[in-house]
């Protein structure tokens, strides 16, 4: 199972909106509504910001949404703060009942 | 509170072998699908594999790369998971981190516990 593919670094200025594309297969991203979005701080652990494509656990601002469309997923932070700044994974569940993340997006607040 | 605590990292010489352990609590245990993700000085996040819960027959699914060599196993009784890792190969050096999987997400993390194969 190769790794879903996201691009290596997104930046926007304090404010902008930034969308993280998130590019799999008809295996895993285009097979199943079981996308999630993960934030991990520098020396942190990964924290849960999107599961099911588009819906946000309790706690995690408004600011993060998601979507898809076919094989690609994406996580888009409107209203774009130095705290977001972070690298972000994607993750899909598989047909073949494994889970793959993505390659990971640097997210830098300019 | 959800907790999860990892255990049993170090240092190990390539072929070798070693078990990691995690401990839960402030959940029940019983009702999730555990799992075990790793990361890689500087890379990205790896998923290893995953022990379904008793409902589903603690059935156990594994990432191509460590099939054969890695087995997770859970104990109920002692709300605990684990890995153990054989063949070990200096690629598997890592941050081994248990994850609670709720739905198809993982909702909750532990720290995380280090792994290092080196000769």
């Not at chain 2, 352990?21 to 790896?46: I, K, N």
């Amino acid at each position: 199972q190769s790794a879903l593919t996201q691009p290596a670094s997104v930046s926007g200025s304090p404010g902008q909106s930034i969308t993280i594309s998130c590019t799999g297969t008809s295996s895993d991203v285009g097979a199943y509504n079981f996308v999630s979005w993960y934030q991990q701080c520098p020396g942190k652990v990964p924290k849960l910001m999107i599961y099911d494509v588009s819906h946000r656990p309790s706690g995690v601002s408004n600011r993060f949404s998601g979507s898809k469309s076919g094989n690609t997923a994406s996580l888009t932070i409107s209203g774009l703060q130095a705290e977001d700044e972070a690298e972000y994974y994607c993750s899909s569940h598989t047909g073949s009942d494994t889970h793959v993340f993505g390659t990971g997006t640097k997210v830098t607040v300019l | 509170e959800v907790q999860l605590v990892e255990s049993g990292g170090g240092l190990v010489q390539p072929g070798g072998s070693l078990r990691l352990s995690c401990v839960a609590s402030g959940f029940t245990f019983t009702d999730h699908y555990m799992d075990w993700v790793r990361q890689a000085p500087g890379r990205g996040l790896e998923w290893i594999g995953r022990a379904r819960n008793k409902v589903n027959s603690y059935i156990t699914d594994y990432a191509a790369s460590v099939k054969g060599r890695f087995t997770i196993s859970r104990d109920d009784s002692k709300n605990s998971l684990y890995l153990q890792m054989n063949s070990l190969k200096i690629e598997d050096t890592a941050v081994y981190y248990c994850a609670r999987l709720t739905g198809m997400s993982f909702d909750y993390w532990g720290q995380g516990t280090l792994l290092t194969v080196s000769s």
